[in-house]
């Protein structure tokens, strides 16, 4: 047996290992509950679950579905999930094998999970736990540096690409959020404003970034969030101001003012996805369940989780498949969406599972689709 077969059948082995774990997360998460006390129970009748009661797929099928104490059913996306982490983790050892890979193999099935645990969460719950999505950019950086020695032959990001792929995800997905948001407001400013960073600081840094690049960017978000805590309240920052002004330099930027009209997206999404992150930590270190349920909040297009979900992508793909990524899943939201409209049902499928689907897409024929466009425009 050659060791690349080897591989993918350890990984498929691993994969129901990891799929069982992904359960775990699932449910205590969204719940505020430690994830490796008290031990694994059943939710129904709190019975501490034996070794025996833990087999992947196998304990659930022996069971006929129901739990062995108290006999109420478990849910078939238990071993569901199971099924796909090792199925996935199987086409990922098989497509990109660990002799070539190395540790990109395994970053990939880090991105497999991590996708797949936000996606049914966010089905749930309509959130994305910061848990996953913060931690889950920090180990896409650190993943691309591991592997940044055999880029030439992988494909895969190196740390530069990867970074700027984290940034540039989250900046696309907050610009949008921002203008979304925007028009759901009929353009007035923001009732509840974050302190001390936030949206508007969000903002700012998108409007100083097109003109004076993205760490001249973010740090006039930074000093606007220094404002806030010097001040001790919310010094406004009005969004008449930076988003119309972002909106106008690009019209000038395609006119020829300014650093031009590339320079200037690159320059406000890397500066915009900077401080969203920056922001993120703030609010995840920060931020309690009780003040989330009392915070009130002004209409907003896309949930901030998407936006650091995207960053994961963005991490562990590169910016160029982030972008298929978003393509992708706005194309599949909109598919779905019109179907579920045709057949008079709401669409209550939140963005998340569109941007994990996407960012599988990517991974699979990102790079062909990247390089087929590149030879349309003859680059």
Request: proline share 6%; charged share 10%; hydrophobic share 55%.
């Amino acid at each position: 047996m050659s060791p690349d077969l080897l591989f993918v059948l350890l990984a498929g082995v691993l994969g129901l290992l990891v799929g069982s774990f992904s359960n775990v997360l699932i449910w205590r998460l969204p719940r505020g509950e430690n994830v490796a006390f008290p031990p694994s129970h059943c939710p129904h009748c709190a019975h501490r679950l034996a070794p025996r009661d833990l087999v992947p797929l196998g304990s659930w099928l022996s069971l006929g579905g129901k739990c062995r104490y108290c006999r109420a059913p478990i849910h078939s996306r238990y071993p569901l999930v199971e099924l796909l982490t090792a199925l996935g983790y199987a086409a990922i050892a098989a497509l990109f094998p660990f002799t070539a890979f190395g540790a990109g193999t395994l970053g990939l099935m880090l991105l497999f999970t991590l996708l797949l645990v936000a996606s049914v969460i966010d089905l749930d719950t309509s959130t994305i736990p910061d848990e996953l999505t913060l931690p889950g950019v920090a180990l896409g950086l650190a993943f691309a540096g591991l592997h940044s020695a055999t880029v030439g032959e992988t494909g895969l990001p190196t740390f530069g690409q990867a970074l700027q792929g984290a940034l540039l995800g989250a900046g696309l997905l907050v610009t949008i959020d921002l203008l979304g948001s925007w028009v759901l407001r009929r353009f007035r400013e923001r009732q509840y404003p974050e302190q001390p960073i936030g949206y508007q600081q969000l903002s700012l840094a998108l409007l100083a970034g097109a003109w004076l690049g993205p760490w001249w960017g973010l740090g006039a978000a930074l000093l606007s969030a220094a404002g806030n805590v010097a001040a001790r309240r919310v010094v406004r920052v009005p969004e008449r101001l930076t988003l119309s002004g972002f909106l106008l330099s690009l019209l000038l930027g395609s006119a020829g003012f300014g650093p031009g009209l590339i320079l200037m997206v690159q320059g406000a999404l890397t500066a915009a996805g900077a401080a969203a992150l920056v922001a993120g930590v703030y609010w995840w270190l920060r931020r309690t369940p009780e003040a989330e349920e009392d915070t009130p909040f002004d209409p907003s297009a896309m949930g901030f989780g998407d936006v650091k979900l995207a960053a994961v992508i963005g991490a562990f793909l590169g910016w160029e498949r982030l972008l298929v990524a978003v393509v992708v899943a706005v194309f599949a939201g909109a598919v779905l969406g019109l179907a579920q409209l045709a057949l008079r049902r709401e669409n209550r499928v939140k963005f998340g599972p569109y941007l994990a689907l996407g960012a599988v897409a990517a991974l699979l024929w990102g790079g062909e689709l990247v390089a087929a466009y590149r030879g349309l425009l003859g680059l």
